[in-house]
């Protein structure tokens, strides 16, 4: 009986080791996260966002542009392990318009973008608006 209650209280002792272990990890991944989107919500990285925006679409986020407005697709925002944040941004409310970037902290509080890359589709649209 009493190997029995010493098995017992090992077990729920291995138990709540685990549980904080996995509570531990849980709450590190969401401080990540949130660490993630205040970086890719900053107004120093939307600055890039739209001059890279512009730089494709002149007339981008206003009535005339092809690109009138973009949404951070939170989550997909991830660390590239070669540096920077990799962050996705959905074009005109369209999932299949997207626009990714490489976030590069150039330590004086501004970001700068190591690349950005679009979509098929969105390829498509530019250069249509741009014989037009």
């Not at 004086?108 to 037009?132: C, F, M, Q, W």
Request: neutral net charge; aromatic residues 8%; hydrophobic residues 35%.
């Amino acid at each position: 009986m009493k190997k029995t209650k010493k098995s017992m209280i090992i077990l729920i002792s291995i138990l709540a080791v685990i549980g904080i272990a996995v509570g531990g990890c849980s709450m590190h991944q969401y401080q990540k996260k949130q660490e993630m989107i205040a970086i890719a919500t900053s107004d120093e990285a939307k600055k890039v966002y739209e001059e890279y925006l512009k730089k494709e679409d002149p007339k981008a986020l206003t009535e005339e542009g092809i690109i009138k407005s973009y949404e951070i697709d939170k989550e997909k925002l991830s660390y590239n392990p070669m540096g920077g944040l990799m962050v996705r941004l959905f074009l005109n409310g369209k999932k299949d318009l997207r626009m990714n970037f490489n976030l590069i902290d150039n330590g004086d509080g501004t970001y700068s973008t190591a690349y950005y890359g679009y979509t098929g589709d969105l390829n498509r649209i530019l250069e249509e608006g741009k014989n037009d």
